[in-house]
């Protein structure tokens, strides 16, 4: 039977339904904008014009279909009404389960993210970690939000299994959501010299085919109600970009910046971007972000899914390698 997909032309929602469709399956594919659709525009894709928000959009593209994915989400760091925010990530989440109950689907796998969990130093955050007393960014806000909503009790069905990517790199649409992706490729054109404070905070970086896959074990394997965490190595900026200097043979000079002057400069953004609309490159929060490390753990992945990420460096590798290529 079909397997429906939100954000079907999103960075994880495209690499999504073409593994899918490669498998031999048919995706009934909900998408917003006609351009991105054409990227995906394949034998064994369905395209269903739509939006999370609007439940009969919902009910014609999951008509049919057994089970579904839902990784659509406002992902950036900013927006203008934060309202909208919460609108996409809680609403429209709770509009793909409730319209997937109604059309009989059996199990929904969630996209969510690990930065619910907050930062971590002394030891990594897992599953059953207590939340953060707060957020740095309305997007992690609100995907906790999403996640209490999703597993309160309501009906049996869908089966409702969610998955917690960390900072997912890769081949795939240049968006927010693959920013590392694009800081790559700006080091490799010459265009990117700057590294938050001094380099040394831990982050935790996924290949973006080893979340699709792990995707797709929490659909086969994932126990309802429970979460999964998709991480891989954790490796700071200045280990991050001396992978990128090795694999690229470009040693072009890097300049360490102060959290106290890209927090400046982030003011002066944010200033510019209420004028003019157009989303900030940084902002507070994301700079406050960087001062801290994200240290999470994937083997409750790892042993009930039987997840096995790359290693950060190969993931790299194959990326430098798609860039150049593309």
């Given amino acids: 039977m079909p397997i429906f997909v939100s954000g079907a032309t999103g960075f994880i929602g495209s690499r999504l339904v073409n593994r899918l469709v490669e498998e031999g399956n048919t995706v009934h594919a909900l998408y917003r904008s006609d351009k991105k659709a054409d990227q995906i525009r394949r034998e064994g894709i369905r395209l269903f014009r739509g939006d999370i928000l609007d439940v009969v959009s919902l009910s014609e593209a999951m008509n049919g279909c057994e089970s579904a994915y839902h990784t659509a989400a406002f992902a950036g760091a900013w927006a203008r009404d934060p309202g909208t925010v919460y609108r996409l990530n809680v609403d429209g989440a709770l509009n793909v389960y409730r319209v997937a109950s109604e059309q009989g689907i059996r199990r929904l796998v969630v996209t969510s993210t690990a930065g619910i969990l907050g930062p971590a130093s002394l030891e990594a955050l897992n599953e059953g970690s207590p939340p953060p007393h707060s957020y740095f960014t309305h997007y992690e806000e609100s ?27 890769g081949p795939g649409i240049l968006s927010e959501a693959n920013s590392v992706t694009r800081m790559i490729r700006l080091y490799i054109e010459g265009k990117w010299r700057l590294i938050p404070g ?129």
């Fill in 143 to 169: 995907k906790y939000r999403m996640e209490k909503a999703l597993t309160t009790p309501g009906p049996a069905m869908p089966e409702v299994v969610i998955v917690n990517p960390t900072r997912v790199f």
């Fill in 198 to 326: 001094n380099g040394e905070r831990l982050g935790n970086y996924v290949f973006v085919e080893d979340v699709v896959t792990g995707h797709l074990l929490a659909m086969e394997k994932g126990r309802p109600g429970q979460r999964y965490i998709l991480g891989g190595d954790h490796i700071s900026y200045n280990q991050l970009f001396g992978i990128i200097r090795k694999l690229t043979g470009l040693e072009y000079r890097l300049f360490h910046i102060p959290l106290w002057l890209m927090l400046a400069s982030a003011d002066g953004i944010r200033i510019y971007s209420r004028m003019t609309g157009r989303p900030p490159l940084i902002t507070r929060a994301l700079v406050r972000k960087y001062n801290h490390d994200w240290i999470v753990s994937s083997d409750k992945a790892v042993r009930e899914l039987g997840y096995r990420p790359l290693a950060a460096e190969d993931g790299i590798r194959r990326t430098i390698d798609w860039i150049r290529e593309s």
